[in-house]
């Protein structure tokens, strides 16, 4: 799934005494480039103009499924009208004001003005808006806007979305544990339960025929008998079956050590594939860690790598991220070849070693403060083409602050062990999510 396809209900406020011509310029422009940005529009033509006006403009826009709505600031107007939008919607909205250049002549729009009269009345009324200010054809005012639009989408998105726990969490590693309530209060996101005994014995009945198909192109498999090969196709294809019946959007696997003793084979390859084929899967029963990755996935149309961060180098200012074995294929490097294997501590099959692919990343997590609430993450990087550093999945990747004190941050803020890597920067629309379901941000 990926933030396209986002409904958004458009209104203009100008006030007659000014030049309504010249921002309904403006204004058809910025519909024009919301629409470049993949943004489903739904505009109101005429200019709302007073409170009275606001009821008709919304009849106009309704019944479309809205995930946002964008109010253009044309002209300068009284905060009436901009109150009377916020009571009948509860929609995230952002109030987009353009830059007006100096003539010697009158002050034709006046548009920021008209925003800091709105904004102020708005935070008088403890009512919650994003305000932005800027040229229609700034790159970096676009970005913004169209981020608030992504995040409000992601946010209703993710509503309803159910996660279900395979198992529980590794002893001692608290870092799994998460509040349920804060969870679905915050994002919506509700959590099921699944025995793992019930996988196993699903997996048991599974033919691994039926997904041969998905291990060709991994290389080193005649290094690995047919019974290994065959538990991780029938643990995927178990997986795989219960998310379905369950409809569950994503899943959060004890991976060991249950896997390990009771099933005899790794959970790796088929965590890897459930991610490669849009299912968000996370190890050692992360909730957290598998509703961040929906968000990741989400954003990014693309799976992402959860990994563990085992390396950081002060002089290079570089982060090394690892994992067993268990990242998406999609990921990997254009220049390797993914590898079959077995994990690298418990020496059981199948795992997938191949180092992930360069490319700019943004660096995320859910994670819950000393109080049990829900922060985020957001830090941004580079990853860099390195090879494989350790068996299993890695990536090197320069960051843009320096290392030494972010690491520090992340201890003393106490993250968990896990972060969520996803390729592109989305730091903006991450942290627009962050503030509109009231998460403390960490960066």
Partial sequence: MVATGINVGVIMLGRPQFDITLAQKHYRAALRILEQQGINIFAVEEPITTPEEVEIAFTKIHGHNL???????????????????????????VIWAVK???????????????????????????????????????????????????????????????????????????ASNFNEVDLYAKLGIKVEYIPLNKVFAAAASMNPDHAKEKIQ?????????????????????????????NRYDAVAVECWPAFMT??????????????????????????????????????????????????????????TFWHCGAAPRTLAASNVVPVAGVHPNR????????????????????SPGPDGRLRLLVVEGEGLEAGLLFQGNTLLVKMQQPVRQLIAKFLQKGLEHHYVIIYGNYSLELKELGKLVGLEILE
């Fill in 347 to 366: 020496k059981m099959a199948l795992s997938v070693n191949f180092p992930l692919k360069e490319g700019e990343v943004t660096i995320t997590r859910l």
């Fill in 100 to 174: 007006e250049q100096p003539t010697g002549e009158r002050l034709r729009l006046n548009s920021l003005c008209g925003l800091n009269l709105a904004a102020n009345a708005l935070v008088a009324g403890n009512k919650q808006f994003k305000a932005v200010y800027g040229d229609i054809d700034s790159p970096a005012t676009v970005r913004e806007v169209v981020a608030f639009l992504r995040a409000a989408a992601s946010m209703a998105w993710l509503k309803g979305k159910k996660i279900g726990v395979a198992g529980n969490r590794p002893a001692g590693f608290y």
């Fill in 262 to 319: 009771e099933f005899a084979g790794a959970a790796c390859y088929a965590v890897s594939q459930l991610n490669d084929d849009g299912i968000s899967a996370a190890c050692e029963a992360d909730v957290n860690g598998a509703a961040t990755i929906l968000i990741g996935q989400f954003l990014s149309g693309q799976p992402v790598f959860f990994a563990d961060l085992v390396i950081g180098d002060e002089e290079e200012d570089t982060l």
């Fill in 67 to 93: 995930q946002a709505i964008v109010v253009f600031q044309g002209t300068f107007c009284d905060a009436s009208i901009i109150l009377t939008l916020r009571e009948n919607t509860d929609l995230p909205m």
């Fill in 217 to 245: 192109g991994l290389d080193g498999l005649a290094g690995r008998s047919a019974g290994e090969i065959n538990k991780s196709l029938q643990a995927y294809l178990a997986l795989k079956e219960i998310i379905k019946e």
